[in-house]
């Protein structure tokens, strides 16, 4: 169960990284952001693609080392930073209007169900 948890997680920032440094742009555009100028770019491919590549090969390797010491560590701290990412939509849902399912409630459900899942196999 916690391979596959983890590979699924994995799998999930593989594909986020891979796209955020294909088409920074195109990732970002279902939230109304725009990703037009270099700097823009680059801070998307930085912050989802870079971010997202790195991630998923720690859990990559979290996947296949011993449970505990550092792979656990791993899997705690994408789980919490998962839960935090949803800690902030739910912020947004209180503070702002209200927005549709898509795309900001389906990502609220993948982080909370993505940060339960890592930290119950931590």
């Known amino acids: 169960m916690r391979v ?4 699924v997680a994995a799998v ?5 990284g891979v796209y955020g440094l294909v088409a920074p742009a195109r990732l970002v555009a279902p939230f109304l952001l725009r990703a037009e100028t270099s700097e823009g770019r680059s801070e998307v491919r930085a912050v989802y693609g870079g971010f997202g590549i790195a991630v998923a090969g720690l859990l990559g390797w979290a996947s296949v080392a011993d449970p505990g010491g550092v792979s656990t560590g791993v899997v705690v701290t ?3 930073a998962l839960g935090g990412m949803a800690f902030g939509r ?3 849902r209180i503070v702002d209007p209200a927005t549709p ?3 900001v409630g389906l ?5 909370a169900v993505g940060a339960a899942g890592l930290l119950a196999v931590a």
């Open 4 to 7: 596959a948890i983890l590979v």
């Open 12 to 16: 999930f920032f593989a594909g986020m």
């Open 90 to 92: 739910i912020v947004s």
């Open 107 to 111: 990502y609220l459900l993948v982080e």
């Open 78 to 80: 994408v789980g919490v």
């Open 101 to 103: 399912f898509y795309p």
